[in-house]
């Protein structure tokens, strides 16, 4: 079965710095990882996506997420967050087995609080 | 624009009386799914389609029904509402075969208060 696993329920972090928010995954084969965004009252966005190739993926709004295959680890990250940022963070994973469609799990979600 | 449209938004009711949540997507994707975001739980899914009349459970399935009788809506039903089943729902879809990488698209949400 697989899992993803958001260590932090809240990340705070000052604006202007940098940002991290973990994630951690288990799948039996090639996984497909996502990162997605949360604002309040709203629906989740799809921010960034690792399918294979090269371990440092950008994506929408200045973010970008690290693949390590060793660690099983997906981290998001932005070099200097900004307030705007403030929202609830889900990763995501899948299978990348190509036998049709393949169930996506979600962490527990990590809320970014960015401080002014 | 492309877009998952949920309705209702907002919804108390009380239990027992069967409600239905609404979805459509306009992106003429194959794969629709419902869940549920409940705190501290994240996103569990309730059912998923993927494609029309081909319907399967996700992890929590007690208590709801799902149809999908064209490709653009896959509305959610509780027959029998209870207090348990207050919590956020959404809809999403995507692609499936070779374009399909899981990337989802999802609604806005319903929040769904059982009295």
């Known amino acids: 079965a697989q899992s993803v696993a958001q260590p932090e329920d809240q990340v705070n972090v000052a604006e202007g710095n940098p940002l991290t928010v973990k994630c951690t995954y288990s799948?039996?084969?090639?996984?497909?990882l996502f990162w997605y965004v949360q604002y309040p009252n709203r629906g989740l966005q799809f921010l960034l996506k690792?399918?294979?190739?090269?371990?440092l993926v950008k994506g929408s709004y200045g973010f970008e997420a690290e693949f390590n295959k060793s660690q099983t680890s997906f981290h998001l990250k932005k070099p200097s967050a900004l307030v705007s940022d403030s929202a609830l963070y889900f990763c995501?994973?899948?299978?990348?087995?190509?036998?049709?469609?393949?169930?996506?799990?979600f962490g527990t979600g990590t809320k970014l609080q960015v401080i002014p | 624009e492309a877009q998952v449209t949920q309705n209702p938004r907002y919804l108390i009711t009380v239990t027992g009386k069967k409600l239905t949540v609404t979805c459509s997507q306009n992106?003429?994707?194959?794969?629709m799914s419902w869940y549920r975001q409940d705190p501290g739980l994240g996103l569990r899914q309730i059912y998923y389609?993927?494609?029309?009349?081909?319907?399967d459970k996700g992890d929590v399935p007690e208590g709801y029904k799902v149809s999908r009788k064209e490709k653009r809506n896959f509305p959610l039903i509780l027959e029998s509402p209870s207090p348990n089943q207050t919590s956020l729902y959404f809809c999403?879809?995507?692609?499936?075969?070779?374009?399909?990488?899981?990337?989802?698209?999802f609604g806005e949400g319903s929040r769904l208060t059982v009295l």
């Open positions: 799948v039996s084969g090639n996984p497909y």
């Open positions: 992106m003429n994707h194959e794969y």
């Open positions: 690792y399918i294979t190739g090269d371990n």
């Open positions: 999403a879809s995507s692609l499936l075969g070779g374009a399909n990488t899981g990337e989802l698209f």
């Open positions: 389609s993927m494609n029309v009349e081909v319907t």
């Open positions: 995501a994973v899948r299978d990348g087995w190509d036998g049709g469609y393949q169930k996506v799990t």
